[in-house]
């Protein structure tokens, strides 16, 4: 669990408040002039939490306030998520790391559950799958990645398996 807490990046302004990926990615505060480089990663942030209630910690008792309102600041207009701070891609991985993370933190104010799930609904493609951006192909993760955030944002709750398209956001038929 100490490994865990030495990977907390502590947010500068306008900085993502939330966990880097390891030790080695981080530059000695000694040599950095620009802190940003030092910063966390929506995925690496997903990965620590999901990490810290695998042993039993209470994730509760973490700064969530503040690692979601610096969240929110990385959601795009389109619903879409960077990773970071700094810019980076956008996809349906970091929609999903979002909305687990909201979850575990059992706090939805870190996004806006509409324009995300906008965002998935437009990554759907003609064969029901998902893909990780609007109008690309279909694939596993990116069904992964679609279907579980809508499940965690409580857009799916109906059996997937049932002919019933009532309340799924999704056409659940095409995707099966």
């Given amino acids: 669990m100490q490994y865990v807490y030495y990977i907390t990046v502590h947010s500068f302004v306008g900085q993502f408040y939330g966990f880097c990926g390891s030790r080695t990615t981080k530059f000695p505060s000694n040599l ?14 997903y ?9 039993g910690y209470d994730v509760l008792n973490l700064d969530s306030k503040v690692l979601l309102l610096s969240m929110k600041k990385l959601q795009q207009p389109d619903g879409s998520f960077m990773p970071t701070h700094i810019g980076a891609e956008t996809d349906l991985r970091f929609v ?6 909201c979850s575990m933190l059992k706090d939805w104010s870190g996004m806006d559950k509409e324009k995300a799930k906008e965002y998935i609904l437009n ?22 990645c679609a279907v579980a955030a809508l499940y ?21 038929q095409l995707l099966l």
């Fill in 47 to 55: 990965s620590a939490l999901a990490t810290l209630k695998i042993v």
């Fill in 32 to 45: 950095v002039k620009d802190p940003c480089h030092n910063g966390s990663h929506l995925a690496s942030t």
């Fill in 123 to 144: 990554c759907q493609s003609y064969d029901g799958g998902f893909g990780m951006v609007p109008g690309s192909e279909s694939h596993g993760g990116g069904t992964f």
């Fill in 96 to 101: 999903y790391c979002a909305a687990a993370i």
């Fill in 152 to 172: 965690l944002m409580g857009f799916i709750q109906v059996d997937l398996a049932s002919n019933s398209r009532e309340s799924a956001p999704i056409d659940v």
